[in-house]
């Protein structure tokens, strides 16, 4: 897929594709009114196919699916839990009483088989939607760990903005990566802007420092976890950088000269958690940038999250990102 020409087409490709390829998506916060408004809008709009797990009597939205998961498992999803849980030796009971929280309910769905990929925390907590899916999806074979990133759509009128939209990673989940960890977040979502966006990745690593400006066995970590992903990256990256020294090319080429990625980065790991979590608000708050997110990468399939301040549309927007993953993955249950 060719890169966007501006911000909002960026967006506005990823709605398109959901609406080719019409996964299935399980809303587990059915009874929120937020989430019955997108919900209502997405089957309208033809992005997916939608179930919302909930009371059927409290929910209205014409063309979902609605299950209530205080009736009775069917044996699919048992199954599931069983085979997801079974280092903890749970019986059947145990299965039943489980599923009749909708986080996890819905994420044994798709671990079954019965939806593509769920979406939770309009209500509940970042720690509770992760654990369903750690527990019921699990993480990728090949998946180091499981991180988060930030979709950024940056504004039109941005005078120097390197890209229409951004990958921003880690600024949901994990709070201080060391080195090794650092690196496999920035495979991760260069691999995750590869798969959204449709184009190459330019890595940045972000720091107070750029090239050696500043000394600290932090700056270090980031120069190591530049080591290290250099090893087996087949996309272009460079660190530790500033922000600005990633972001301006006009102070790229001041404090960054011949950088592959300094001036152009598309994608930018943050250090931590302080960093990334602060910076995607700020970038959201006073830019006036587009978030989306958190999104989950390294989950063996697409399970995401959303802040419990999102609007309709936020869960829209992630409705239109997780298709997408179900595309990169090839997994989407048939």
């Known amino acids: 897929m060719l890169a966007m020409p501006n911000a909002m087409t960026a967006l506005a490709a990823l709605h398109d594709r959901a609406r080719q390829a019409r996964h299935r998506i399980v809303l587990p916060e059915g009874r929120d009114p937020r989430v019955q408004d997108a919900a209502g809008r997405a089957v309208r709009d033809g992005l997916a196919e939608i179930t919302l797990l909930g009371d059927p009597g409290a929910i209205d939205v014409p063309g979902a699916n609605v299950v209530d998961p205080r009736e009775p498992a069917p044996d699919i999803l048992i199954d599931a839990y069983l085979t997801a849980r079974a280092r903890k030796h749970p019986t059947r009971d145990d299965a039943v009483a489980a599923l009749r929280d909708p986080l996890t309910c819905a994420a044994a769905m798709v671990r079954a088989g019965q939806a593509d990929g769920t979406i939770g925390g309009a209500v509940a907590t970042t720690s509770d939607t992760v654990r369903a899916a750690l527990q019921m999806i699990g993480t990728a074979p090949d998946a180091p ?190």
């Open 145 to 334: 760990l499981v991180s988060s990133f930030f979709l950024m759509i940056l504004p039109d009128a941005h005078p120097t903005r390197p890209a229409e939209a951004m990958v921003f990673s880690d600024c949901g989940l994990v709070i201080d990566p060391d080195a090794a960890q650092l690196a496999a977040i920035a495979g991760q979502a260069a691999a995750s802007a590869r798969a959204l966006l449709g184009t190459d990745p330019k890595v940045a690593f972000l720091s107070f420092s750029t090239k050696g400006s500043a000394h600290h066995s932090h700056v270090n970590k980031v120069t190591q976890a530049l080591d290290i992903a250099r090893e087996t990256a087949d996309f272009e990256l460079d660190g530790e950088l500033q922000f600005d020294a990633a972001f301006d090319g006009g102070v790229a080429a001041s404090k960054a000269p011949g950088s592959p990625t300094a001036g152009r980065a598309n994608v930018l790991v943050f250090p931590d958690l302080d960093a990334g979590n602060i910076g995607y608000k700020i970038a959201q708050r006073i830019g006036g940038a587009t978030a989306i997110g958190p999104v989950l990468q390294g989950l063996a399939k697409p399970a995401n999250d959303l802040s419990r301040g999102c609007t309709a549309q936020d869960i829209i927007d992630m409705i239109a990102v997780t298709s997408a993953q179900i595309d990169a993955t090839g997994e989407a249950a048939q």
